[in-house]
């Protein structure tokens, strides 16, 4: 391992110190503000209150604009799960022709701006779809998020298959499984990890994504984030913002973590 | 070779003998490569039949095949007398021990050994019992709830015997089971192999690239080279008369003698221990080849002692001798002494 002197380590981990500062410490103040009393949110805190929590709570477009975050986020991870999965296969276990580029075109959109896979889908919806009949919707939304999140799982899995194996398979139908036995026995278990990981990842992507729904979203349709981007216009509202950017932090944090754990628990059985 | 098995029955009636493995012309090509090349092979049943070769003679795809991991790019494969040519590997009477054990790393010692009855509908209680029965075969009956991580190399080997024979198959398929073994390890599991074998009596046949494993085991070697048989035979047919260059060589040391020097006139092979060292002025003895030289190296191997003796027509012939008791061999010639070197033409083996 690199050895480092007393004076860089001190040096490293005070700039680690303050970029983890800089990043958590806003998200902090955020969870605090959401206990203020106060109907905006001022530093420091006057009078702790759950009051805005207890608002929120009752709110009929907050609770709407959270089921819509919960359905278009398990939409998306269901479409990512089984596209994403499907395509590791194929990359992994078979030679085809356009093998690299289809690899990349799966990739893609994670790189994508948001505000291009946004613009894109949003005109082909608008100007291709429509005029010839087909409302796509609350769907269209759920698909555009798709497109993101098939990497989450498609990156996960792929990574688990390539480290499989093969002659377990190979054992499992020598010892009499049908391929279905097998799959279901040997191979599923094998990246089953990789699998859950990859979709709380995908969840939590679309869970808090912004620029993609924006174009996407039927009108009148809110997610959690949309709602908190127009809310960010009425400043009177902002200790409820602060209410909901915590449920969305908390939300976003939970899966990640969940889904650490579960690829360090395969990580060590091996 | 299968047709007339069946056209005339033998003692075994009119089912053919279980365990009998008879390939057909088989070949097998990845792209532009043969790996196999047109082979004939029939394994007896109840044979222990080693395939052996160097890595990339084709010895494991033809295993493979037999498996039915790989299909045959032409020809047939019969087990048993039925043509298994088409049948997927889950649908053959045959199982494998893998080369690195392929053991599931997900369920445990029972589970793996029970794995076979299990995807055959196998009640959970008939299970355990004949799981029981088969750790105890192999002697790890304290190791059925642990996972196939925390054993040793050797057990691991053990469990995926012991899988394998589970399901009673009628060919036991092994594909260099021994080879991730230490030399120690490695020796015990032959004998024990061997005594499976013997228990179970069914058809063994076995991948391996170490010649002395292959002849200590087998009943018959098929010496695999260049996707071809060279040559099958008893482990002494194929180290005592090699039929080639290849089998000579492959098969530990051997002098090759140009034909000129033959007492047939076609070239030869005679093992070391053949060949005799005697002094310069001994006479030559009828029914030998005999040629006069000079020792330009002596090596010690332990149980025996190299000569390499270079001779007046030119080619090197190497003499061992034992390291037994009295004038021990290792000092009685030295470099640089005239000798004669000679072996009966019985011991020499015509090459083709």
């Keep these: ?270 | 070779m299968h047709a007339s098995a069946q056209q005339a029955p033998s003692e075994t009636d009119s089912t053919p003998a279980p365990g009998a493995v008879s390939l057909a012309g088989v070949s097998k090509t990845f792209g532009d490569f043969t790996a196999v090349e047109a082979l004939d092979l029939d394994v007896k049943p109840g044979e222990f039949l080693s395939m052996l070769g160097p890595s990339g003679s084709g010895k494991t795809t033809v295993l493979r095949m037999i498996a039915g991991f790989e299909n045959v790019t032409s020809g047939s494969i019969h087990l048993s007398g039925v043509d298994v040519t088409q049948v997927p590997p889950h649908a053959r009477q045959v199982n494998t021990v893998f080369q690195d054990y392929a053991l599931f790393p997900h369920f445990t010692i029972a589970e793996n050994v029970g794995y076979g009855l299990r995807v055959a509908g196998v009640s959970r209680a008939e299970r355990a019992t004949q799981v029981g029965v088969a750790l105890e075969q192999v002697r790890l009956s304290a190791v059925a709830d642990r996972l196939p991580h925390q054993l040793s190399g050797g057990q691991r080997q053990r469990i995926a015997l012991a899988r394998a024979l589970i399901l009673r198959p009628q060919v036991l398929l092994l594909d260099e089971p021994l080879g991730a073994l230490d030399k120690q390890l490695r020796e015990e599991m032959q004998i024990e192999l061997k005594q499976i074998q013997r228990e179970v009596g069914i058809t063994f046949i076995f991948v391996t690239h170490d010649q002395e494993e292959a002849l200590t085991l087998s009943d018959r070697v098929a010496v695999f080279n260049n996707g071809r048989v060279e040559q099958v035979g008893t482990a002494r047919e194929v180290y005592e008369f090699p039929a080639t260059e290849f089998v000579a060589k492959f098969l530990g040391l051997s002098n090759l003698i140009p034909a000129e020097l033959s007492a047939d006139g076609v070239q030869s092979s005679v093992r070391p221990e053949r060949v005799r060292l005697l002094t310069a002025d001994t006479a030559a003895s009828a029914g030998t080849v005999s040629l006069l030289g000079t020792v330009s190296e002596t090596v010690y191997t332990g149980p025996t002692t190299r000569f390499l003796v270079d001779t007046e027509s030119g080619v090197r012939v190497i003499a061992e001798r034992a390291n037994d008791h009295h004038p021990s061999a290792e000092s009685a010639f030295g470099r640089g002494d005239r000798v004669r070197v000679e072996w009966t033409t019985d011991h020499a083996s015509q090459i083709g």
Excluded at chain 1, 94 to 110: A, C, D, E, R
Excluded at chain 1, 132 to 142: A, L, N, P, R, T
């Design chain 1, 1 to 270: 391992m690199l050895r480092l002197s007393l004076g860089a380590k001190f040096t490293l981990g005070t700039i680690v110190a303050i970029a983890l500062a800089f990043m958590y410490i806003p998200l902090f103040l955020v969870v605090i503000n959401s206990f203020s009393a106060a109907r905006l949110s001022s530093w420091p805190i006057a009078e702790f209150s759950t009051i805005w929590w207890e608002k929120a709570f009752v709110s009929e477009p907050i609770r709407a604009a959270l089921l819509n975050s919960v359905i278009v986020g398990l939409g998306a991870t269901v479409i990512a799960l089984i596209l994403g999965t499907l395509v590791a296969f194929a990359l992994q276990r078979y030679t085809f022709f356009g093998k690299q580029t289809v690899n990349l075109l799966v990739v893609l959109p994670i790189a994508l701006p948001g505000i291009v896979t946004g613009v894109a889908l949003n005109n082909t919806y608008n100007q291709v779809l429509e005029p010839i009949g087909i409302e796509v919707g609350y769907f269209g939304m759920i698909i555009a998020h798709g497109t993101f999140c098939i990497v989450m799982v498609f990156n996960n899995v792929l990574a688990r298959l390539r480290r499989i194996n093969p002659s377990i398979e190979e054992a499992s139908r020598d010892l009499g499984a049908t391929p279905l036995q097998t799959f279901r026995l040997v191979t599923f278990p094998q990246f089953r990890s990789a699998f859950v990981a990859g979709a709380i990842l995908a969840f939590a992507l679309s869970f808090d994504e912004v620029v993609v729904t924006i174009f996407t979203a039927p009108p009148g349709v809110d997610t959690l984030p949309l709602w908190i981007m127009n809310q960010m216009a009425r400043p009177n509202e902002a200790s409820l913002v602060n209410v909901v950017a915590t449920v969305v932090i908390l939300a976003s944090f939970i899966p990640v973590w969940v889904s650490q754990r579960l690829a360090r628990g395969a990580d060590e059985r091996e």
